[in-house]
């Protein structure tokens, strides 16, 4: 019987056919068993998982060389060609895939909002639903660490350095007049609108070589690569309306939003400092096209924009006040191209152009003043494996400039100069594992005006220590054509410099971030100029140096509390420099050494509504007392804000939305002007910079008509 | 009858071996599915591997590996199983583009993801599955799928905005409806969703 059986079995394998035997264990680079794993024959249906002991076996009938293929999450794909009868007792060790979540991400000075990003510190969301931001990501931006408190200018001051050493790019591509201008006493805002964008990053040092032009901060905007749907959105605001449409097509879709604000009703209600001739009034218009193509992405953006007002404005030497009126107009178009090449190799590359006009009037003084702005820019990416890749491109700014000036005694001067930049940059992104990265790169800027070349080094490297927390460092020399104030009136200059080191600690838990950075910035051949303002009699040197150094704190939590999300940056600076007019090293009366922000958001589900709060500190910021010895020698007392903001949604589809900044009615100094001469009695007279107005109240309707009845402009608030 | 017995299972196996290498490998993956989905998930991607043009292995891989999410707590295992149950979709959209069943399955992963964190992505994610649903219904009115997994979606969106959820139960009748007349293309086309569209319809408005 037992003999029967045997030739029955012998003869129905042989009838089944000459099978082999494919076997093996499976494990990662620390020699951890990985159950689960596919394990088969490319091409074939021959294959196996793996056991709870890592161990896979299957039979398979192919002959001669295979290629045998071994698949897991978060690991790379294995493979192995050879001849079927040699896989036998195969000890396969996968990779982990640098790729994922949990892998190391070279984040020092970095903070990215958006959806793709593995370490987001704030949301899209965010951007509009901040108490303090009244709908502007700047503003949003100002409740992160590294920023400083300049409540009455309100562009971004980071780590001790002034505005203008913060550059702004729309899909890569530089931003030459990004915001709107304003009065001296009333801050401005991004001219561009959140609503268009998905992604935004913003650095406070140690960036990446493809940026330049920055001594302290880049900040990076995404434009939306397709829209979801096509909509409409309406808004209507106590200070102005906003109408927004978006269409799509089989590939391409346009998105158009404009707005219109004027704050004549708003003054007429609520008292102002500013005595107003002509209210603040601003037109403005965005367009987005975008075109998928088989291999790539085109995205064209143009946004336009006139702002107009005039006022008399309070000043200590002139007891009727200071006339002032401007008469601004923007023109901005973007176009940019994505492709992939092949497997390997992608491309990008990008045009701007930028045409600024403004007419103002400062007294007696009339000047007119055109930029001609355009950047361009082409950059390859090589991606050599999972954990090489290589970037590198070239770059052109060009700019040009004239003035014309006219006074009481000078009429028709003209001036003005041409800044050219060209670049050349390239980077590498080194995954040594999924614990330690390295980020290397080298820009070489040539500069037309100056005749001189510069090349500057980044370095950042990242390294994992637990499962939820890493340390980053990050060095980097980074250079800046002076400023337009600058410029206008000498050229025999050098480029600024700067150096950043970095050091970041992040902890990263299931929605509660915590991040620390510390870090030291130097400053080198800063401009210096002999007068109170730059003029064609001023001397001009390079002489200027500072520096920066201070720790910057932030926690985030979204976990704990139920429906509750809350934020806190803390920012410690410690700066002085000597530049522009300064006699010695100071600290500038934009950078204080304390500065504290507070957001916070609760969603209550019963009333369909979202409260917040944003509060702010600042310790004083910085004024030369006359009777005291020094320049800046004094402080102003210290910054308070508590904002509040509540959105209801009537309807998925309808929101009301209201908000008030500085409810308290904090009397808040930015600084004093003194008078040039002193009284009858001998006394400086001073005047306090205090804001246009206190506190700001602001109402808006929004509502958004598309097919789903369902999405809002929550996310646009 | 140890003969009878090995006869009869030779003669069976050799009628087995009748049925194509696919057939065999998409029978024994739907067996599998039940028992280990893991197992199953990895058949049908090894079937995809094989099989460059046919859009059903890597559906139902990516389905496996979306229906298992549901529930996942753990960050990192979600976005390892969606990313790859998004590649598998990806794959199965380059050999049938327009395609009302791959785009419900879509819908659902960004469902995987809604119901893992409305908070941070129901606002971002709903209107591109609202967009989605919208195609499926302009390429395939009558597909019973379709209008079963926008109704369940439009009800979930409706309980978080503390809306009636009523006016959906129709269409669930009507998917119900869809579903009793709906003929798979072959044996192994989608014909899921039957008895879950009948258990939310019991407790509809309820």
Request: aromatic letters at 14%; charged letters at 20%; one cysteine or more.
């Amino acid at each position: 019987m037992k003999n029967q059986l045997l030739i029955i079995f012998v003869l129905t394998s042989s009838w089944i056919g000459a099978q082999t035997v494919i076997s093996g264990t499976v494990t990662n680079t620390k020699n951890e068993l990985i159950i689960g794993a596919n394990v088969y024959l490319e091409g074939t249906y021959d294959g196996g998982t793996t056991d709870e002991n890592g161990q896979f076996s299957f039979k398979t009938d192919e002959t001669g060389s295979q290629i045998l293929l071994v698949s897991f999450l978060s690991y790379e794909t294995f493979t192995m060609a050879g001849d079927v009868t040699f896989m036998t007792d195969l000890k396969i060790k996968l990779r982990e895939d640098v790729n994922t979540l949990d892998a190391v991400v070279l984040s020092a000075g970095t903070f990215q909002a958006g959806d793709n990003s593995k370490v987001n510190v704030l949301k899209p969301l965010d951007v509009v639903t901040t108490a303090s931001a009244l709908g502007d990501f700047v503003g949003a931006l100002q409740t992160l660490p590294g920023t400083t408190t300049v409540a009455e200018d309100g562009r971004l001051f980071v780590r001790g350095g002034d505005a203008n050493e913060t550059q702004i790019f729309i899909d890569g591509i530089r931003v030459f007049t990004p915001y709107s201008p304003t009065t001296n006493n009333a801050p401005t805002r991004g001219r561009y609108s959140p609503f268009l964008f998905d992604g935004i990053t913003f650095s406070t040092g140690g960036y990446s070589a493809e940026f330049g032009q920055a001594l302290s901060s880049v900040l990076l905007l995404n434009t939306i690569d397709e829209p979801d749907q096509e909509k409409t959105d309406i808004g209507i605001m106590s200070v102005g309306a906003t109408l927004g449409n978006t269409q799509k097509w089989e590939k391409s879709s346009v998105s158009v939003n404009a707005s219109y604000i004027n704050l004549a009703p708003y003054n007429s209600i609520f008292t102002n400092r500013n005595d107003w001739i002509e209210p603040f009034e601003t037109a403005s218009g965005e367009a987005v096209f975008r075109k998928k193509t088989n291999t790539g992405l085109i995205k064209l953006y143009g946004a336009f924009d006139a702002t107009n007002f005039e006022l008399i404005q309070e000043d200590i030497n002139n007891e009727d006040g200071l006339y002032f009126k401007l008469n601004n107009n923007n023109l901005y178009f973007n176009g940019s191209y994505q492709g992939v090449l092949n497997d390997n190799w992608s491309v990008m590359g990008g045009f701007s152009y930028t045409h600024a006009k403004n007419k103002f009037n400062v007294g007696d003084l009339a000047i007119k003043d055109t930029e001609n702005s355009v950047h361009t820019k082409l950059k390859f990416k090589n991606r050599v494996s999972n954990r090489f890749k290589l970037y590198f491109g070239a770059e052109y700014f060009a700019t040009d400039f004239q003035e014309n000036f006219n006074d009481l005694t000078i009429t028709d001067a003209k001036y003005g100069y041409n800044n050219n930049i060209a670049a050349v940059f390239a980077e590498a992104d080194i995954f040594i594992s999924k614990s330690l990265a390295f980020k290397t790169g080298v820009r070489g800027e040539y500069s037309e005006l100056f005749k001189a070349f510069n090349l500057a080094p980044r370095f950042s490297l990242a390294y994992k220590t637990s499962e939820k927390s890493q340390i980053s460092l990050a060095y980097g020399n980074f250079y800046q054509n002076p400023s337009s104030n600058v410029l206008k009136f000498n050229q025999d200059l050098k480029s600024q410099n700067t150096s950043h080191y970095i050091f970041n600690y992040q902890y990263n838990q299931d929605r509660k971030i915590f991040r620390a950075e510390a870090y030291y910035k130097k400053y080198d051949n800063l401009v210096k100029f002999s007068d109170e303002f730059p003029d064609f009699n001023s001397t001009f040197s390079n002489d200027g140096t500072g520096y920066a150094m201070g720790i910057d704190f932030f926690w985030r939590d979204s976990k704990s509390i139920k429906n509750v999300d809350y934020w806190v940056s803390y920012s410690l600076l410690d700066t002085k420099r000597e530049y522009n007019n300064f006699p010695e090293k100071a600290q500038p009366n934009f950078a204080n050494p304390h500065n504290l922000s507070v957001v916070g958001k609760y969603w209550i589900n019963n009333w369909r509504s979202q409260v917040g709060f944003s509060y702010a500190y600042a310790s004083g910021r910085t004024y030369t007392n006359p009777y005291e010895e020094g320049f800046l020698n004094s402080k102003t007392k210290s910054f308070n804000s508590l904002s509040v903001n509540w959105s209801y949604l009537l309807s998925p589809q309808k929101i009301l939305y209201a908000s008030i900044n500085n409810v308290l009615g904090f009397k808040n100094v930015n600084g004093y002007q003194y008078a040039n001469s002193p009284n009858m009695n001998g006394n400086f007279d001073r005047r306090a910079l205090r804001p246009a107005t206190d506190q700001f109240f602001f109402v808006g309707f929004f509502w958004t008509i598309s097919e789903d009845k369902k999405s809002n402009q929550l996310d646009n608030l | 009858m140890k003969h009878l017995i090995i006869i009869v299972t030779l003669l069976f196996s050799g009628l087995v071996s009748a049925q194509s290498n696919y057939e065999k490998g998409m029978q024994k993956a739907f067996e599998l599915w039940g028992s280990n989905p893991i197992e199953a998930a990895n058949l049908f991607e090894r079937i995809a591997n094989a099989e460059n043009d046919n859009w059903l292995p890597a559906y139902y891989a990516a389905q496996v590996n979306i229906t298992s999410s549901f529930g996942e707590k753990d960050e990192q295992k979600l976005s390892a199983q969606l990313k790859k149950a998004q590649d598998l979709i990806n794959d199965a959209t380059a050999i049938s583009q327009d395609n009302a069943e791959i785009l419900v399955l879509q819908a659902l992963l960004h469902t995987a993801w809604v119901a893992y964190d409305g908070a941070t992505y129901g606002m971002t994610l709903s209107p591109k599955v609202v967009e989605l649903y919208t195609k499926a219904k302009a390429l395939a009115p009558d597909n019973p799928r379709v209008v079963y997994c926008n109704a369940e979606w439009n009800m979930g969106s409706a309980r978080f905005f503390g809306q009636d959820v009523t006016p959906y139960c129709k269409d669930l009748e009507k998917a119900v409806e869809l579903f009793a007349n709906f003929k798979p293309e072959t044996p192994f086309h989608p014909n899921w969703g039957k008895d879950r569209t009948i258990m939310i319809l019991e407790s509809c408005g309820k």
